[in-house]
């Protein structure tokens, strides 16, 4: 009975399914650059949102090494079914607070992405980087492909900073950079929508707290000066990048008509938004060139599928958009707010 005996230590193990099994990880075929990471279902009924909260940590190894994670054709139709994924990883959404474009909420913690009109550009940013502390990944949404254009083209930091002139890079690191925003002239937003209040005293209270130097003007407008760093640290990778607003919100990142028209009715203290040197002087035309230029040669872009999600490191990746013509409905989820204490 000796074989009997080794036939009952057989136990039967419980069957596992690797994320290799149920997701397949690859290069993007329509981009030569090495992001985003492109996953898609390896078998047919993949539930994301469930297999993304199985698998988080893997999640999380290949967001660090890659900035960008693309899922493709898992069969998201909705926003809920959108949210549900983003909580499954994050947990927590964040809620849009010292706004600096236009946006519609879907639901708690969702918004459309920014209202702009559909032929202007945005330039590429990193998300609140404008602000002292920031959301560390951000979540987008196809619901609606545009007819033509609308892409959202992403560079990667840690490359964009090795391309820029050492000698820019250190007078950044210097210097820091100054963003200048006005309030109620109106152009822009307004104080209550950007600070989401109609108090003036808790936008007081919420720029003392934020390093945030302010001065209100006739009429209840208000002018907010703040000084951050460009060149930084991701928290985690401890890598060197480029981590900023300073050539976005610069006037010269407008359309030569639409900075004609702001300039020829502002004076400069006035506009919008503009930046500078931390110590209050021009950046450079030069700079800001080479800048967009380190954008231009790290830049990877792909046409949106309806139900595609983009997963980003929002310090590790900036983002940007074409222009676009016919509808185009993209929505965003910010989570994992990261706090810094700039001096």
């Known amino acids: 009975m000796e074989s009997g005996s080794k036939f009952k230590q057989v136990r039967r193990r419980p069957l596992s399914l690797s994320q290799e099994v149920l997701v397949k990880a690859g290069a993007l075929e329509e981009s030569s650059a090495p992001f985003p990471l492109l996953m898609s279902p390896a078998v047919e009924g993949v539930n994301l949102a469930q297999w993304a909260a199985n698998n988080r940590a ?18 998201v139709e909705s926003v809920e079914a959108f949210e549900e ?21 879907l639901m708690r913690g969702v918004y459309t992405s920014t209202d702009y009109p559909a032929d202007q550009a945005i330039h590429f940013h990193n998300e609140q980087s404008y602000t002292h502390s920031w959301p560390m990944k951000l ?8 007819e033509q254009g609308g892409a ?5 930091g840690r490359r964009v900073l090795k391309l820029l002139d050492p000698r820019l890079k250190e007078k950044f690191i210097e210097k820091r950079v100054m963003y200048v925003r006005n309030y109620g002239d109106g152009m822009g937003l307004t104080w209550q929508t950007a600070f989401q209040t109609t108090s003036k005293a808790a936008v007081e209270e919420y720029c003392r707290g934020a390093s945030i130097s302010f001065e209100w003007k006739d009429g209840g407008r208000l002018r907010t000066r703040q000084i ?10 401890r890598e060197q990048l480029w981590f900023e607003h300073a050539a976005f919100f610069h006037i010269t990142s407008l359309a030569p008509d639409v900075r004609d028209a702001l300039t020829a009715e502002f004076k400069e203290e006035d506009l919008p938004f503009n930046t500078y040197y931390g110590d209050g002087s021009a950046i450079e035309a030069s700079a800001l060139e080479q800048i967009r230029e380190a954008y231009r040669q790290t830049a990877t872009r792909f046409d949106w599928r309806e139900g595609d999600i983009l997963l980003i490191d929002n310090m590790l990746t900036s983002h940007s958009r074409e222009p676009f013509t016919g509808p185009r409905n993209i929505a965003v989820a910010m989570a994992e707010l990261y706090p810094q204490n700039n001096s």
């Open 152 to 156: 959202t083209p992403i560079a990667d």
């Open 85 to 105: 994924f983003a909580r499954a990883v994050s947990s927590r959404l964040l809620d849009y607070r010292e706004r600096s474009s236009p946006r519609s909420e």
């Open 58 to 75: 893997h999640l999380e190894q290949e967001l660090l090494r890659y900035g960008a994670i693309l899922f493709r054709g898992f069969g």
């Open 228 to 237: 951050f760093d460009t060149v930084t640290t991701h928290p985690t990778t």
């Open 139 to 146: 979540y987008f949404f196809c619901v609606k492909a545009a």
